[in-house]
């Protein structure tokens, strides 16, 4: 009896040894996906498969000492030696391994694609092919070209396993459900959309995006040209020729994008926009202004309803900036 008390304490005293004794079996980090609905014995077998424990029996120990603890589903990064103990408190706690990735509003699908790579999530190629394919977005805008505009800016929590394809349905699926709270079930989903992106572009103050909206309204109800820099930006983008600053050779391009060399709206979005940029298509205000820039020293924009009145609005900013200028060199 004495014999068979003294084996059963040093099995004891081995096991409490073994699930408190950190363990690595994986020589550079490793990530362990734990779906909804997997049993102790599953994740025990993946977490040794993956060299995090030394044994799936260590886990399963742990879990008959603690019966009621819940082990929750998701992604764990695992990075330095841990004791089984560690690793099930881990997952007890669910400590999952994310990644917040932030879409700035007017941010466009290139500026989206160079800011994944450079956080290390996915290549930029990756995204823009997958962003390039609008089947996603075609039951709400069937003459969709790309998924340009449908990326809702907002800061999205990824995985170390988060796909090009997974992203793109993830960031959709938001302005789904913001188009949704905006009721505009009666609005042309391209159009409303490819104008919030130019309102979105033109303008960073909430108070005057509804006033840019209706500027670009009266223009397209006039047949005047929209004119707006950031489509001229977006069509060199698309050739892969913009180097910062729009050139001549920008304004005179016949790119479809251009709205400086075509009537109309633009063949799609030339960004994301926001909220606040998408109700301001719906409903823009009630001007008459045909015009707007920049005011003298900032802080948002002349509008204009004559030729007239832009013209000295003009000048008023030009004398400004020479000024400014000229006060730099001194």
């Known amino acids: 009896m004495k014999l068979a008390i003294a ?38 077998r993946e977490l040794a498969e993956q060299g995090v424990i030394r044994y799936a029996w260590e886990l399963e120990l742990v879990r008959l000492i603690r019966r009621s603890t819940k082990l929750q589903a998701g992604e764990y990064r695992f990075a330095k030696a841990a004791s089984a103990l560690e690793v099930f408190d881990r997952i007890a706690r669910g400590d999952i391994y994310y990644l917040e990735f932030t879409v700035p509003e007017g941010s466009n699908i290139f500026d989206s694609g160079r800011a994944l790579e450079e956080q290390g999530v996915m290549s930029a190629d990756a995204f823009l092919a997958a962003a390039e394919d609008p089947a996603m977005i075609r039951d709400l805008a069937p003459s969709a070209r790309t998924l340009e505009g449908y990326l809702f800016p907002s800061t999205y929590r990824l995985s170390h396993a988060t796909s090009a394809a997974k992203l793109t349905k993830i960031m959709t699926d938001e302005f789904r459900r913001q188009w ?131 013209a000295k609005a003009v000048v008023a900013y030009r004398q400004a900036f020479k000024h400014a200028a000229q006060r730099k060199i001194r």
């Open 7 to 44: 084996v059963l304490c040093a099995i004891a005293g081995l096991a409490a040894w073994t699930l408190a004794t950190p363990y690595q079996g994986f020589k550079t980090e490793t990530y362990v996906e734990i779906a909804r609905g997997t049993g102790t014995a599953g994740i025990a």
């Open 180 to 310: 949704a709270k905006l009721s505009a079930q009666d609005a042309d989903v391209r159009s409303t959309v490819t104008l919030a992106s130019l309102v979105e572009k033109e303008t960073a103050a909430a108070e005057e995006r509804p006033l840019i909206a209706s500027v670009f309204r009266n223009r397209l109800a006039e047949g005047m040209r929209l004119e707006c820099d950031p489509t001229t930006i977006y069509a060199a983008l698309l050739e892969n020729r913009y180097q910062g600053t729009i050139h001549r050779s920008d304004l005179s391009s016949r790119n479809p994008y251009n709205t400086y060399q075509n009537a109309g709206l633009p063949p799609g979005p030339i960004a994301n926009p926001g909220a606040q940029s998408l109700a301001a298509a719906i409903a823009p205000a009630d001007t008459k202004f045909l015009f707007f820039v920049a005011k003298p020293g900032g802080g948002g924009h002349q509008f204009s309803a004559t030729m007239a009145q832009h």
